[in-house]
């Protein structure tokens, strides 16, 4: 089996911290009568988060950051994503 490196565990950590959120605010609509409202946000916006997660280590940057502020601005964070200068290249010297 194949080890996983550094940032796809990190990656992964993130989305497993992303789902726990949402079935979280899941379990908040079950006690309150926002059911229907709570659970499409967090479907959509966590959904959204984990995009965004995939974009920013794409692009090299910040993934907890980006992922925070998905969770603040939603569709706005992406597009500002999007439209962020593209990745920083890495130069190595031989």
Known sequence: MKKLSYNQK???LY???FFIWAFA????AIVIDWKKIILEISTGWGTLALINLIIAKLKRKSMIIWA???LILGPISTIM???SNKENSIVTQS
């Open 81 to 83: 994503l999007i439209l």
């Open 15 to 17: 989305a497993f911290c």
């Open 25 to 28: 605010l899941a379990l908040l």
């Open 68 to 70: 925070l502020l998905t």
């Open 10 to 12: 990190k990656v992964l």
